[in-house]
């Protein structure tokens, strides 16, 4: 199947620092990617939408401007999580669509971040 | 609103089939999917289905999907202790921005 890179893999940081997370499709273009977080034990919960060259669709409650996400190629998503806190410590993953193929969608293998 | 529901847990035995079961809210999903995840890794997609569909069989999986009842089913066999992950299921409209809805996960445990 298609690879979805995500990097890094895991990450500490201070609180009030940012931290940045990518988002590769390796072998194919996306149009759309989408950005989950993953509280333990539970399910995905969708963060936003990610479309190349606008702006993302955040879902009800995800703070725009605390979680900032870049589309800027068909290859390349990211996530920035601004002036993080320990509230913010989660496993966040990502996902992307291939063009032309809008039933497969294929996950990064996600980052683990915590804040201390 | 759009809800997948699945139950929590599963356990069987090395060998067994597993059985792992999915409803639906959403009459107009066109895709439905199952994803196992490993502990601290990403989702790996086992198998899609259409909602035109009834069966689909890859080697151990087989999907069934009941569409007037909204039931979606997973069923591996032989199962090996390799399949202990959480799987969930998940549905999806047709664009490529209609967003994935996912399950609770079910948590498959293997006994020997």
């Known amino acids: 199947g298609a690879v979805v890179s995500q990097h890094p893999s895991w990450v500490i940081c201070k609180s009030g620092t940012s931290v940045k997370i990518e988002c590769r499709s390796l072998?194919?273009?996306?149009?759309?990617m989408f950005w989950y977080r993953q509280f333990p034990k539970q399910s995905l919960m969708l963060m936003a939408t990610?479309?190349?060259?606008?702006?993302?669709?955040?879902e009800q409650g995800v703070e725009k401007d605390k979680f900032l996400i870049n589309h800027a190629s068909l290859t390349l998503s990211t996530l920035t999580v601004t002036s993080a806190h320990p509230e913010d410590s989660s496993f966040y993953i990502c996902?992307?669509?291939?063009?032309?193929?809008?039933?497969?969608?294929?996950f990064g293998s996600g980052t683990q971040l915590s804040v201390l | 609103g759009e809800d997948v529901e699945q139950s929590l847990f599963l356990s069987v035995r090395e060998g067994d089939s597993s059985v792992i079961n999915c409803t639906y809210t959403?009459?107009?999903?066109?895709?439905l999917y199952w994803y196992k995840q490993e502990p601290g890794a990403g989702l790996q997609l086992l198998t899609y289905?259409?909602?035109?569909?009834d069966m689909k069989q890859d080697q151990r999986l087989t999907v069934l999907l009941n569409k007037k009842d909204k039931h979606l089913s997973l069923r591996i066999a032989d199962t090996q202790t390799g399949d202990s992950a959480i799987y969930f299921c998940?549905?999806?409209?047709?664009?490529?921005?209609?967003?994935?809805?996912f399950g609770s996960g079910t948590r498959l445990s293997i006994r020997p």
């Open positions: 996902s992307a669509t291939p063009q032309g193929a809008t039933e497969k969608l294929f």
């Open positions: 072998d194919f273009q996306a149009t759309t």
């Open positions: 990610s479309n190349e060259g606008s702006k993302a669709t955040y």
């Open positions: 959403d009459s107009s999903s066109t895709y």
């Open positions: 289905i259409f909602s035109n569909m």
């Open positions: 998940a549905e999806k409209g047709y664009s490529s921005a209609s967003k994935i809805i």
